[in-house]
């Protein structure tokens, strides 16, 4: 699994390779450092997930993206999850977690709903 984060005034997190296992817990201790700073930081909390990269996500991925929306919901914000492929988006739709996140058409959409 590779992560890329990028900060503007929004963080974009680009995913790619398996979200299973061990990475899912590289992916939560990265992301709690950074929910962390966002707390500190001033204005609306948003993460936008790009999951283009991303072949498959087990159930210890899926907990990363529930636990981490949750924090930024509670700190006011959103999450996001663009271009996500159908197998990891019928995961979602199964476990009737889809209301946790917002899932624009595109990263141009996500990007511009933050401005």
Known sequence: MQINIQNKNFTLLEIQGKVIGQDALVLKTLLEKH??????QTGTPTLIF?????????????????TTSTQIRQN???????????????MMIRTNLTSLFDFPKNLTGAISSTL
């Open 35 to 40: 929910i962390q700073k966002l707390e500190t």
């Open 50 to 66: 790009d999951m283009a990269g991303a072949e498959t996500m087990d159930s210890a991925g899926l907990g990363v993206l529930i």
């Open 76 to 90: 006011g914000g959103q999450t996001m999850i663009v271009n996500i492929n159908k197998g990891i988006k019928r």
